[in-house]
């Protein structure tokens, strides 16, 4: 026998279920957002607190030098859940860096040559969702068919000489940025300095995603993508 208290509760299911069915659909899609996307930002690259020491040879930097253990690039774009109002960054890195920086040292001052190169390997890019990772091999990034991005510095840079007493000193690097088939002029904000043996270098810049046909869009309507995205990286050159 159904019970008057039975028939109320049945009443109040049936008055309230559509609103019980948004909220859970909401709180299935904030678990399914906090599962791929997590909101906590990873830390920007920066020089660290240790002091920096300058190296034995600090007097003669000339040469070629080549990014070693402890370099790494990547990006870092905001994106979101579409039916939720909540941002955060999607990074991503890599520590397979190639090229050289040529260095000419006369004692008296120290430049960091026109021509020298860095490339990146974006196929090794990884986030801390491999789902993610997965998606910018054929959209956004597309690193299947464009595998790589570089920089290759077009005027000399002035390195002021109180770096060769371990200090940081902050300068511009006018060069080339090759980004997903585009290539375009940019001026990036570094600071160095000289720790151990090598030359330590961070710098990052904020570009247009569309200035280089990145297609935002294509990431679908699950996920918004904004159409700015921050390349950052920290060299850690040995000769």
């Known amino acids: 026998m159904v019970t008057r208290q039975q028939h109320a509760k049945e009443r109040h299911f049936r008055r309230w279920w559509p609103f019980y069915a948004v909220v ?16 906590l930002s990873v830390a ?29 690039a990547g990006y870092r774009v905001r994106e979101k859940l579409t039916m939720l109002p909540a941002p955060s960054d999607a990074v991503g890195r ?40 997965d998606r910018i091999r054929t959209s956004g990034l597309e690193t ?15 390195v002021p000489e109180v770096i060769r007493e371990g200090s940081t000193v902050n300068v511009d690097a006018r060069g080339d940025l090759t980004l997903h088939g585009v290539t375009r002029s940019v001026t990036i904000p570094l600071q160095i300095r000289l720790s ?30 904004e159409n700015e995205g921050t390349i950052e990286f920290e060299l850690s050159l040995m000769r």
């Open 144 to 158: 299947d068919t464009y595998p790589t991005t570089s920089f290759e510095l077009m005027d000399d840079i002035v």
């Open 94 to 133: 890599t520590s397979e860096l190639t090229g050289t920086v040529e260095i000419d040292d006369d004692e008296s001052s120290i430049l960091a040559l026109a021509g020298s190169v860095i490339e990146v390997d974006l196929t090794t890019l990884e986030s801390d969702e491999s789902r993610r990772d």
């Open 24 to 39: 859970t659909m909401l709180a299935t899609g904030a678990g399914i957002y906090v599962l791929m996307f997590s909101p």
């Open 44 to 72: 920007e690259l920066s020089l660290d607190d240790t002091a920096a020491s300058a190296p034995i040879d600090s007097n003669d930097l000339s040469g070629g030098w080549t990014p070693g253990d402890g370099s790494v």
């Open 196 to 225: 151990g043996n090598s030359v330590e270098i961070v710098g990052s810049q904020t570009l247009t995603l569309s200035d280089y046909e990145i297609d935002v869009a294509a990431f679908g309507g699950f996920v918004s993508v």
